[in-house]
């Protein structure tokens, strides 16, 4: 088996860990190796065809494919290497993983590695919606690969389960796939697209197509043998149902991130979130192995990520010129209706942060809350918020978490 | 045309393990299946265990020809490549009267002649599974039960078979058998084959088929039987296939590991009208999901990967409905309910031994070529892991779906194989492409085009034409 040495590991070359890469090469950090599963690097934003990306890193408006492509070629030129079609299968030692390829199998060794294997959407099985299991049910995800990669038909008559930002962009895609949109789905009491996303919202869907917007309704059947002939809506606070002939259902959002690698590791897995728990740092439970973009949380746009690749570089490089890890952590809580907090650790007296913020969502509507962080009965921090939803990260400051002291977890909560 | 000398009707586990059998010798056989590919019926939604028959009603055809394919499958399951492991069972008591009833149910596995059944006590129990919920009083080990693929089964009997020179009909529903000078005419919207005996081994339909021989004596209900297929980072939870006390009507729910690595909670036991109403509902999956709760609630944490519904072919009547009528060259292999994966090579056996008592001359063939299957399991190495393999073809070293590591060489090869797969369903059947975690949020643009493109090219060699 061939073995192959280098500084840096980075398992998936989306904007997070494209960016960490560049980063790192630019800081003369070493060999910088990055392995992609997929045919063409670059991640989600490759099937984006929307413009809005970039804007936050690279001070510039992309379209998704223009992004991903901008970002390999930046993590190129700064001599990163990038392979493609390459699955890391398998850790294989401390900081040691087995790779497939059509070139072999390898093994290989890094003296730090960066996780950034982002999230997908729940499918309808993980939804538990009953009935049939007939063709024509998507996630976004899917939707974009056979519209946008493949220039495929889809239907000609879609239902979009969910009604956050990715719901909305599913319009586009669903369009040009040749697809007219019946209506738009959500469980909630409205959409959870906020400031300021909702001129995209109205144009997508009312202004531009008329797309009526089913509040408080789930998709609670499917029919159809072979291909989808109808879905039943049900309302979740009255029961009842309807049937709604379509040939399409796109079910939106619900996003889980890409933890498989991480738990066969043996990381330590935050219960909201379901990544892998990291602190201010960016670090993993596990010496050397660090976590960014979309598998810490579910999705965020491309360049949210990125920049938490950036900062996963600076801890990188301080890691491979001292090394350490963090013997004592403390662990940060999010209590209902707060849904997740990032990071999930803190180091005591240390205010390093991605981004410099805390991350957080909600699981509901929240009109006027107060969202307070103690430690053991002391008051850290508080803010107010006149309104906070669900399906959109929020964030605050963290300058105050140098206050954090060693033992008692740190709660945030919302009243 | 000639006759066939045999026509099978039905294309499930047990029909195609009937036409693998006939292939064995000199005769000419069709295998007639009314889908687009064979075992995509009752035999691709089921719980897919291995059974020893230690829990079969003593002395039933049922429970002797189990025995008997238990021991034929020993031999068949490892040398063909087929995906199991030998887990064992622990059935579980979780009340007093459960826990009076395990007796019985050591001495029936005993006189049914698995005598390697035992008694546990709670404390072994909980030694075997520590994970599930902690209110079990006391156990019962059956070492022999295992876990298979229940896709690969009925695919290596149909390749086997068509590879000795049976035919092979899909999508042809039989309508229509009429006798025509000692000659079955057998037809529907697929065509007509002529054959001179018939096996029915039609599964949910084995009553309608039983019927245009002029036959009205069973009568079979289709019982759907719903399942939750958990995240393949569950399976350490579980060890053993975890079984309920069972009742008169059911197994009841289990809990049990795949041979792919998931774990899974099922089935329901449902009596339903539509033979086609393979559809889950929302009260079978919450009690499905209450039932998992209540015996390992851990796993209740982890994701779903998928959820399915399987019909049995369950009838009035406890045991099997097989009737051989020589006089008409009719051999009735009916209400096959829950246990034709397991029973398969024993049926089969069986209807070749009726056969040959009602006048079809057996001469066995000088060669028989056997099929080695693709490996799909978890146990063992699939492509992806295998250096040889990828320097042999890159293709194996190129990951298509990723949750269940599927290479291109794997579907590459599946659509060569001897029946290839008609439909994506097909394909995944073969290859498991789609049916991992993320159920094709990833792969499965990526599928259809490779199965498109690929399709086209190949021509399918062990496939029958409609002449």
């Not at chain 1, 070359?13 to 910088?32: D, F, N, Q, W």
């Not at chain 1, 998507?138 to 493949?150: I, M, R």
Request: hydrophobic letters at 40%; aromatic letters at 8%; glycine letters at 10%.
């Amino acid at each position: 088996m061939n073995e192959r040495k280098t500084d840096v590991l980075v398992v998936g070359a989306g904007p997070a860990g494209l960016s960490c890469a560049l980063e790192l090469a630019r800081a003369g950090a070493g060999e910088i190796l990055v392995l992609d599963r997929e045919k063409k690097p670059g991640g989600v934003p490759r099937l984006c065809k929307h413009q809005g990306f970039g804007i936050r890193d690279l001070h510039r408006v992309y379209s998704g494919p223009g992004y991903a492509e901008t970002l390999l070629k930046k993590a190129l030129a700064a001599g990163v290497q990038v392979l493609a079609e390459t699955t890391v299968t398998e850790w294989a030692g401390e900081k040691r993983v087995f790779v497939t390829s059509p070139r072999g199998i390898e093994a290989v060794s890094a003296r730090a590695i960066l996780l950034a294997t982002g999230c997908r959407e729940r499918p309808r099985s993980a939804r538990l919606i009953p009935g049939y299991r007939p063709q024509g049910i998507f996630n976004t995800g899917s939707l974009q690969d056979f519209v946008h990669g493949y220039g495929k038909k889809v239907g000609t008559r879609a239902v979009i389960a969910g009604a956050e930002l990715v719901s909305y962009s599913a319009i586009h895609t669903l369009e040009k796939g040749g697809c007219r949109v019946l209506l738009m789905a959500t469980e909630f009491e409205r959409d959870q697209v906020y400031f300021p996303y909702t001129p995209y919202k109205w144009w997508s869907a009312r202004l531009h197509l008329g797309i009526p917007l089913v509040t408080n309704t789930r998709i609670s059947n499917i029919f159809g043998k072979d291909r989808l002939s109808a879905v039943e809506l049900e309302n979740v606070k009255t029961g009842e149902t309807r049937r709604v002939d379509c040939d399409t259902l796109v079910l939106t959002g619900d996003w889980i991130p890409d933890h498989e690698f991480s738990r066969l590791g043996g990381l330590e897995i935050d219960q909201g979130t379901l990544g892998p728990a990291v602190d201010g740092f960016l670090r993993t439970s596990r010496e050397g192995v660090f976590a960014a973009g979309n598998l810490l949380r579910g999705a965020e746009p491309g360049d949210a990520a990125a920049l938490e690749g950036r900062h996963a570089a600076s801890s990188i490089a301080a890691y491979l010129e001292k090394g350490g890890w963090p013997k004592e952590r403390v662990k940060v809580l999010a209590r209902d209706p707060l849904l997740w907090v990032l990071p999930n650790f803190l180091e005591p007296g240390s205010h390093v942060l991605p981004r410099g913020r805390f991350l957080f969502r909600v699981k509901e509507f929240v009109r006027g809350g107060r969202l307070s962080v103690t430690q053991g009965g002391k008051a850290l921090f508080e803010k107010r918020f006149s309104f906070l939803g669900p399906n959109d990260s929020r964030s605050v400051g963290g300058s105050w978490a140098r206050d954090v002291r060693p033992g008692e977890a740190v709660s945030f909560s919302l009243e | 045309m000639e006759p066939y000398d045999l026509a099978v009707v039905g294309g499930g586990v047990v029909g195609c393990a009937v036409a693998r059998e006939a292939s064995k010798y000199e005769l000419s056989c069709a295998l007639l299946e009314a889908k687009a590919d064979v075992g995509a019926g009752t035999s691709k939604a089921n719980t897919a265990i291995w059974h020893t028959g230690f829990d079969a009603k003593t002395g039933t055809l049922e429970q002797r020809l189990l025995a008997r394919s238990y021991m034929l499958l020993l031999d068949y399951v490892p040398d063909r490549g087929i995906p199991h492991e030998k887990t064992g069972a622990v059935l579980i008591a979780w009340n007093e009267d459960q826990l009076a009833s395990l007796e019985g149910i050591v001495e029936k596995a005993h006189a049914n002649g698995v005598a390697d059944v035992r008694l546990l006590s709670v404390e072994e129990v909980y030694e075997l599974e520590p994970h599930v919920n902690r209110d079990a009083l006391g156990g019962v080990m059956v070492p022999g039960e295992s876990i298979i693929c229940p896709f690969t089964v009925p695919l290596s009997y149909a390749y086997e078979a068509v590879m000795n020179g049976a035919r092979l009909y899909r999508e042809f529903p039989v309508g229509k058998i009429e006798e025509d000078g000692g000659v079955h005419v057998l037809s529907g919207p697929g065509g007509e084959v002529k054959a001179r005996f018939v096996v029915n081994a039609a599964g949910l339909n084995s009553d309608v088929i039983d019927g245009m021989f002029g036959f009205d004596r069973f009568h079979v209900t289709p019982r759907r039987g719903e399942l939750i297929v958990f995240d393949k980072l569950s399976r350490p939870l579980v060890n053993h296939v975890l079984l309920p006390v069972p009742t008169e009507r059911t197994k009841g729910v289990l809990v049990s590991p795949t041979v792919f690595g998931n774990i899974m909670v099922g089935p329901t036991a449902e009596d339903l009208e539509d033979k086609e109403a393979t559809c889950t509902s929302k009260a079978g999956l919450e009690y499905l999901w209450a039932k998992g709760e209540a015996i390992v609630s851990k796993l209740m944490k982890e994701e779903v990967t998928c959820t399915y519904a399987g019909l049995r072919a369950a009838t009035e009547f406890k045991d099997y409905q097989v009737f051989s009528h020589p006089e008409k060259r009719y051999l009735c292999l009916g209400g096959i309910r829950s246990t034709g994966l397991s029973a398969s090579l024993g049926i089969a056996e069986y209807a070749m031994e009726l056969l040959a008592e009602a006048g079809l001359s057996l001469e066995e063939k000088k060669e028989f070529r056997k099929v080695r299957m693709p490996y799909i399991g978890q146990k063992e190495k699939r492509p992806y892991q295998s250096e040889e393999k990828i320097r042999e073809d890159p293709d194996f070293g190129r990951v298509v779906c990723h949750c269940e590591r599927v290479t291109l060489g794997e579907i590459r090869r599946a659509l060569r194989s001897p029946v290839p797969p008609g439909t994506l369903e097909g394909l995944k059947r073969r290859t498991r492409c789609m049916q991992g975690r993320c159920q094709g949020f990833y792969c499965s643009a990526d599928v259809a085009h490779v199965f498109q493109t690929e399709a086209q090219k190949e021509d399918h060699p062990g496939e029958a034409s409609h002449e």
